[in-house]
C-alpha cells in the first residue's frame, strides 16, 4: 500500500459521505498521491463507484479535511467503459496506472481486467494489420500494451503527457510499471487458451494467420480511437460541471505542468521501441536507422559510405561505417514495390512452375523467418542485426567474399579449383532439403564464397516445404544461360549433383528434369546446353553415375 491507514480511513469516510454508504459499490485512490510523484498542494484523485447514480459521471471536488478530486461513476457504466469504451476510457483508462483500491478490491481488479483485455486485442490487431504475418516474430512485452494506450491518450489529452512521464520516471516508476504489466499479463493468461495468442513470462506473440488485422479492421480501429477522443472530451466536459473558481484552478494547473515540460519518456513516444525479436533490434523509425546502427556498431563518431549491390533493379545496399580507427559495413535490403515488380513478371513468366511472394511485407517475414530456420539447421547465414518494419528494411551483417557466380565464371574460363564450391553448394542445398526447406531464388549470385564458407543471401523467397526441384532447376539453367561453353558446365553440373545426391534426394533432381522447369528458362538456354543439362541431371537422377 502507498497510502497510509490513516489517509486511507479519510478517504473512506469522505467518500462515503458524499454518495451515501448504500450507494456505494467501491473506493479507490490513484494519481500522483499513489504513484509516487505528488506536490505538497497536490489532490487526493479518487474513484467513487455507486449503484444507480443517476448522472452516470460526476466531478466532486473537496477542500476539507484533505483536498480530493473525486470522480463518481455509475458501476454499470464503469464496466461498459470497460468493454466498449463508452464513455470513451474517461474512466476505465484511469486503470492503466497505479491505484489503490480502498474498499471492494475484487471490483477494480475485475475492471482493469476487462479493459487491459480490450487495450492487449486492440494492440495486437494494429501490428497484425500495420506487419502482416511479420508479426508472428515479435515478442510483445507487457508495458507495449501500456505505453501503446497511454501514447494515444496522450495525443488527445496533450496535458496528461506530464502525469504520465512522472509516474513512470518518479522514484518509483519501476514498481508503476510493473503493477501494470502485472495486469496485462492477467488479461494475457485470461486469453492463453485463443488460438491467435502465445503467452509467456515476458509478454505474448501473436498467429498472425488466426488473427487477420486487414484494412477494414485497421480502419475500424482509427475510427474507434477518434470517436473515442470525442467521447473523452465530451465526457470530461459533462462530468466537470463545476463553479468557476474550481474551473479557475483545474486551468492553473494544467498550465503549470505544461510548461514544466518534462524530458521525453521514449517508451511513451515511440512505444514500438520495446518490440523485441529473437534475433536483431526492432527500429520503429527508419529515420533512426543509421544512428541506431552506429550505437550497435560501437560507434560514437562517424562518417558513412554507401553502394549498392546485386542485379540493376535491387534495392540492397552496403551501409560503411567508420572512424579515425575502424571501419566496419552492413547490409541494407529494402523491400519496396518496384521490386516486387520483379517477382510478378518472374511469376508469370514461371507461373507453371513457381509461385513468388510478391507483397514487400510478406518478403520480408520470409527472409527473417528462413534466415533463423536455416541458422537454426546448421547452415550459414548472414545475422540480422536491425529491422525496421515500418519502412520494410532488413539489416543484415556484411560477409566480404565473392559470389558463387563470379566463382563459377572463373571456371568457365579455365580455372577449376572453383568447382570445389560448387560441389560445396550442392552439399548444402542436399542438407536444407533434408529439412524440408527450400530456398526459392537458389541462383549462384545469392551465394557468398567467404573463409568460413558459403553464405546463404536472399532469402525472401525461401520456405518450408517448398519446391526442391526448382531450387535444382533454377541454379543449374540459370547458370548456364546466354552461355556456349557446354564442356565447362558440365563439369559444374557434375560437381553441383554428385554432390546434391550424397544427400540421397534423387528423386528431386528427378523431377527437376520436368519440361515445366525448363520452360521458364528456354528461351536463354542453346538446344545443345538444355540437352546436356537434362542428361546430366537424368544421369545422377537414376544413379546411372556415382
Known amino acids: 500500500m502507498r497510502l497510509s491507514e490513516e489517509e486511507r480511513e479519510t478517504l473512506s469516510k469522505l467518500g462515503t459521505a458524499l454518495v451515501g454508504k448504500s450507494s456505494i459499490s467501491g473506493i479507490c485512490a490513484y494519481g500522483s498521491k499513489v504513484a509516487g510523484y505528488a506536490r505538497g498542494d497536490s489532490d487526493y484523485d479518487l474513484i467513487l463507484v455507486c449503484k444507480r447514480f443517476r448522472e452516470g459521471v460526476r466531478y466532486k471536488y473537496v477542500d476539507s479535511p484533505v483536498p480530493v478530486s473525486a470522480l ?8 461498459e467503459d470497460a468493454r466498449t469504451s463508452y464513455m470513451g476510457e474517461f474512466v476505465a483508462g484511469r486503470f492503466l496506472n497505479a491505484y489503490e483500491p480502498i474498499s471492494n478490491e475484487q471490483l477494480f481488479r475485475a475492471v482493469e481486467l476487462e479493459y487491459k483485455k480490450r487495450v492487449l486485442m486492440e494492440a495486437l490487431l494494429e501490428l497484425s494489420s500495420d506487419y502482416g504475418d511479420f508479426s508472428r516474430h515479435l515478442l510483445v512485452p507487457y508495458d507495449y500494451f501500456l505505453f501503446y494506450k497511454l501514447s494515444r491518450r496522450a495525443a488527445l489529452y496533450p496535458p496528461a503527457t506530464y502525469s504520465y512521464v512522472q509516474t513512470y520516471t518518479c522514484p518509483l516508476g519501476s514498481e508503476n510499471r510493473a503493477q501494470s504489466m502485472a495486469g496485462f499479463a492477467g488479461a494475457a493468461a485470461s486469453l492463453s487458451g485463443r488460438a491467435f495468442l502465445k503467452v509467456g513470462p ?9 488473427l487477420r488485422g486487414d484494412a477494414f479492421t485497421k480502419a475500424q480501429s482509427i475510427f474507434t480511437g477518434t470517436t473515442r477522443g470525442v467521447t473523452q472530451y465530451a465526457i470530461h466536459g459533462y462530468a466537470g460541471r463545476v463553479g468557476l473558481g474550481v474551473f479557475r484552478r483545474e486551468a492553473q494547473s494544467k498550465l503549470k505542468r505544461m510548461r514544466e515540460n518534462p524530458p521525453p519518456l521514449l517508451e511513451l513516444e515511440r512505444p514500438r521501441s520495446l518490440l523485441r525479436l529473437e534475433e536483431g533490434k526492432v527500429i520503429p523509425d527508419a529515420s533512426l536507422l543509421e544512428k541506431q546502427l552506429a550505437g550497435l556498431l560501437g560507434f560514437d563518431r562517424y562518417s558513412t559510405k554507401e553502394r549498392f549491390i546485386g542485379e540493376p533493379y535491387s534495392t540492397t545496399r552496403v551501409l560503411t561505417f567508420r572512424d579515425s580507427g575502424r571501419e566496419a559495413s552492413v547490409v541494407v535490403k529494402t523491400y519496396t514495390d518496384v521490386r516486387s515488380l520483379k517477382w510478378a513478371l518472374l511469376g508469370i513468366w514461371a507461373s507453371a512452375t513457381q509461385r513468388f511472394s510478391m507483397a514487400p511485407m510478406a518478403r520480408l517475414d520470409r527472409e527473417y523467418g528462413m534466415s533463423l530456420r536455416l541458422k ?12 525496421a518494419p515500418e519502412e520494410r528494411v532488413l539489416v543484415k551483417e556484411f560477409v566480404s567474399g565473392p559470389t558463387l557466380a563470379s566463382v563459377i565464371d572463373s571456371v568457365f574460363k579455365g580455372k577449376e579449383d572453383g568447382l570445389a564450391h560448387v560441389s560445396a553448394y550442392g552439399a548444402l542445398l542436399a542438407s536444407a532439403h533434408e529439412k524440408g526447406l527450400a530456398i526459392g531464388d537458389a541462383k549462384a549470385s545469392n551465394v557468398v564464397v567467404s573463409e568460413k564458407g558459403l553464405y546463404l543471401t536472399d532469402l525472401e523467397q525461401a520456405q518450408p516445404s517448398g519446391d526442391k526441384a526448382w531450387d ?21 553440373a557434375e560437381s553441383f549433383l554428385q554432390a546434391y545426391v550424397k544427400g540421397g534426394d534423387r528423386p528431386s533432381v528427378a523431377k527437376a528434369m520436368s519440361s515445366k ?27 546411372l553415375v556415382e
Request: aromatic share 12%; proline share 6%; glycine share 6%.
Open 202 to 210: 515476458d509478454g505474448v506473440r501473436v498467429v498472425p494467420e488466426k
Open 472 to 492: 535444382l532447376a533454377e541454379f543449374l539453367y540459370y547458370t548456364s544461360k546466354l552461355s556456349v561453353k557446354e564442356d565447362a558446365m558440365r563439369k559444374v
Open 517 to 543: 522447369y525448363y520452360r521458364p528458362f528456354q528461351p536463354f538456354l542453346t538446344p545443345g546446353m538444355a540437352k546436356m543439362l537434362r542428361e546430366t541431371m537424368g544421369a545422377y537422377a537414376y544413379a
Open 72 to 79: 463518481i461513476v455509475d458501476e454499470e457504466l464503469l464496466w
Open 376 to 387: 537454426a539447421a546448421g547452415l550459414s547465414v548472414p545475422s540480422v542485426l536491425a529491422v
